[in-house]
């Protein structure tokens, strides 16, 4: 080939060659674009990790709280849940908190946790739980007139452990409320939340939720220069917040309209004092004797006069010279004179106290109570307790109980119902209800009769609240363990003894046991004969 041939071949050759060169490698753009990838790539990783030993880090400290709270809570289960704080709190943990950290543990295969959880899963509380324990710290602070502050403090009579809430607890308080339509008490649970929160206290929860959730139900309880200044602090905190703006403008426009109506120009400034539980009226509701009810829980309005008190006294009871009382008779005392109303001292041993809880204790369910239009037996929200029925065949001690019943009272108790155990744990109450039917002809109350008589088992102290209470008499009966009070429900002709009607007060601090035994009508013709009159 010629010069310019072999020079054509070698240009082609290098060129060829170039381009393989070139096309194998990656521009230098490119490359600089993978060292700057494996630099983010290290920095994931290294957050990887910090991620982890954050988990972990948080799982030790979950781990080393929860070890020292049930090391206080296992040593006295009772005890500790005698606070209500605390029984609420163990709702919340279970049903929302232990969630969360199985979430956290999740992130990463952990099938021993994962495992153990699941087969644990199925006692846990659920939402309802939870809700439920929220309402009893409401119903308690109702019935009691306990502010906010001494929930969330743990300034209860009483309390053997310290409790407090914190920010979130009180935030998730107030939001249940909200959600309730309980305008009322999410203003004091979301105005503590905002008052903790003011002098120091960390929380997940933001402020501006807060005053978001405080602000409308401010609003909601008629109090519109707070609400504005509680919506414009939120302004404040955050402006592009999407209902802080319209709410404020609205809450403006509504103030201006009210101030016209009274022919004013000028609205006052909004009350600087805090919240307490009397700033606001807490709505009326169903019950027409709610505030009789609650102060005899407290201990305030009884009705004891000293001529009443004149009357009362204390005697020795045998039955009528019942054989088994004829060496040890029952001490009996009066508690209220009309309707007469006795409590026995030493009725229940605590040996047969542990044993009537023992044999409950399996059985416990949520206590019912029958509907008046349909008469089929349901729960209901005044009526918070859990209770079991006990047989005579179930325990020589049962039986043995029974007996004594019968013998005390002079009254048969083979048509009676069977022993009742109940127990009211964190803010559990029955309210005021009558214990005879007003509808004596239904079911097996036509072959029974109606309850004629109460006989009533206290078988725990109270630390505080769990009194027995008669709102239409002005009466309240103290839990003494051991002892046991009787009432007739039933005048002599048949007829409801309507002063009878009584409540269960909330258990404020402390576990309330009881067991009833309701004497009914049959069997009773000759052992308490009628009467002449209606209400002989």
Request: hydrophobic fraction near 35%; include cysteine; glycine fraction near 6%.
């Amino acid at each position: 080939p010629s010069r310019n041939t072999v020079s054509l071949l070698g240009v082609q050759l290098c060129f060829t060659f170039y381009k393989f060169l070139t096309t194998w490698s990656p521009p230098k753009s490119q490359m600089t674009d993978l060292i700057f990838t494996e630099r983010e790539l290290v920095q994931s990783l290294k957050e990887y990790i910090e991620a982890e030993e954050m988990k972990l880090e948080a799982v030790k400290s979950w781990a080393n709280k929860l070890d020292m709270l049930t090391h206080a809570s296992t040593s006295d289960p009772e005890g500790f849940l005698a606070h209500p704080v605390n029984a609420y709190k163990l709702m919340k943990r279970l049903n929302t908190e232990w969630s969360e950290l199985e979430s956290l543990v999740l992130q990463d295969p952990s099938d021993g946790f994962i495992s153990n959880m699941s087969v644990h899963r199925q006692y846990f509380p659920d939402e309802e739980d939870e809700k439920g324990a929220a309402k009893a710290l409401m119903r308690l602070q109702d019935t009691y007139k306990l502010d906010s502050e001494s929930f969330s403090k743990g300034k209860l009579p009483g309390v053997r452990y310290n409790a407090e809430l914190t920010v979130d607890d009180c935030f998730d308080m107030g939001k249940l409320a909200y959600n309730e339509i309980d305008y009322y008490h999410s203003v004091l649970w979301m105005q503590q939340a905002l008052r903790q929160m003011d002098l120091g206290e960390d929380a997940k929860t933001a402020k501006a939720d807060i005053l978001d959730y405080l602000s409308y139900s401010v609003y909601q309880m008629g109090d519109l220069p707070r609400a504005i200044e509680l919506t414009r602090r939120l302004v404040a905190i955050d402006p592009s917040h999407q209902r802080a703006g319209a709410n404020l403008h609205y809450f403006e426009q509504l103030l201006s309209k009210e101030l016209r109506a009274r022919g004013r120009s000028q609205q006052e400034p909004a009350d600087e004092r805090p919240i307490q539980l009397d700033t606001y009226e807490r709505p009326k509701d169903y019950l027409p004797e709610r505030e009789v009810y609650e102060a005899l829980c407290r201990g305030e309005g009884v009705k004891m006069t000293q001529k009443r008190r004149s009357r009362l006294f204390c005697r020795y009871q045998d039955g009528n010279r019942s054989p088994r009382l004829l060496l040890k008779p029952m001490k009996e005392e009066d508690e209220w004179d009309s309707p007469h109303i006795v409590r026995f001292l030493e009725a229940l041993s605590d040996e047969e106290i542990e044993k009537i809880k023992e044999l409950a204790k399996p059985n416990l369910a949520r206590a019912t109570v029958r509907d008046p239009k349909t008469g089929v037996l349901t729960v209901a929200h005044y009526r918070v307790s859990k209770s079991a029925w006990l047989e005579g065949e179930d325990d020589p001690v049962i039986a043995r109980v029974n007996q004594r019943i019968e013998d005390i009272t002079g009254l048969s108790v083979d048509t009676a119902e069977l022993l009742q155990v109940a127990n009211y744990g964190v803010g559990g109450q029955y309210e005021p209800h009558y214990d005879f039917s007003r509808r004596p002809f239904d079911g097996n109350l036509k072959v029974d009769g109606n309850r004629l008589a109460t006989y009533l088992n206290y078988m725990s102290d109270v630390e505080a609240g769990g009194a027995t209470v008669f709102p239409d008499i002005g009466a309240a009966i103290w839990p003494r363990k051991g002892t046991a009070v009787f009432w007739y429900n039933l005048f002599k002709s048949g007829e409801g003894d309507y002063r009878t009607r009584h409540a269960a007060c909330p258990v404020l601090v402390g576990s309330k046991w009881v067991s009833n035994k309701w004497i009914h009508e049959r069997g009773q013709e000759f052992r308490r004969p009628c009467g002449l009159t209606e209400v002989d």
